[in-house]
Antibody, heavy 117, light 108 residues
């Protein structure tokens, strides 16, 4: 079973870009046809899927966030990354990475990102 | 986009009782892409059920998923103390993933 770990700044200023990385261990991203996804959860609220990417860079996004999101993958480091630009306070959330098998079976522990000046 | 509605919002039960959670989809779709998750405070969600009725690895058999079309159900046959949590349903479709708003199962 893969293990996933999110990392990145916990505080981002409004209008700037949120950047997070998910490091995968226990399985090689490039050895599987699985996708790898990002999901977020604002404090006290429900879950929202952001997007998913496979090892070759094929990605699909939540239509409501697509204009602000970029996903990328680095198979040499066995990790994938999220960039969300033009952030506002509404983007404050715990950000999770997870394996996408048309459901999410392995999750990271989550990273709280606060948008504030 | 498929919108998911979960009911009830909160379910207050005692250990040993049966819990029945509902998830209704705005559009009929393949049950292959309906999943259920459990989330406890401060923890990541845990996959319980995928394909509407298939238990994920290591999930006890007291968790039972059923349904098709637009109506899906998660049944917990006998609540254990560790089952009190929030439960989310999730759909995968042509626009990607959507989650329901969740049902909180708390101790009566």
């Amino acid at each position: 079973q893969p293990q996933l770990q999110e990392s990145g700044p916990g505080l981002v200023k409004p209008s700037e870009t949120l950047s997070l990385t998910c490091t995968v261990s226990g399985v090689s991203i490039s050895s599987t046809s699985d996708y790898w996804g990002w999901i977020r959860q604002p404090p006290g609220k429900g879950l929202e899927w952001i997007g998913s990417i496979d090892y070759s860079g094929n990605a699909y996004y939540n239509p409501s966030l697509k204009s602000r999101v970029t996903l990328s993958v680095d198979t040499s480091k066995n990790l994938f990354s999220l960039k969300l630009n033009s952030v506002t306070a509404a983007d404050t959330a715990v950000y999770y990475c997870a394996r996408d098998i048309r459901s999410f079976d392995n999750w990271g522990q989550g990273a709280l990102v606060t948008v504030s000046s | 986009e498929t919108v998911l509605t979960q009911s009830p919002g909160t379910l207050s039960l005692s250990p040993g009782e049966r819990a029945t959670l509902s998830c209704r989809a705005s559009h009929s779709s393949s049950s292959n892409f309906l999943a259920w998750y459990q989330q406890k405070p401060g923890q990541a969600p845990r996959l319980l059920i995928h394909g509407a009725s298939n238990r994920a690895t290591g999930i006890p058999d007291r968790f039972i998923g059923s349904g098709s079309g637009t109506d899906f159900t998660l049944t917990i046959s006998r609540l254990e103390p560790e089952d009190f949590a929030v439960y989310y349903c999730q759909h995968y479709g042509s626009s990607g993933f959507t989650f329901g708003p969740g049902t909180k199962v708390d101790i009566k």
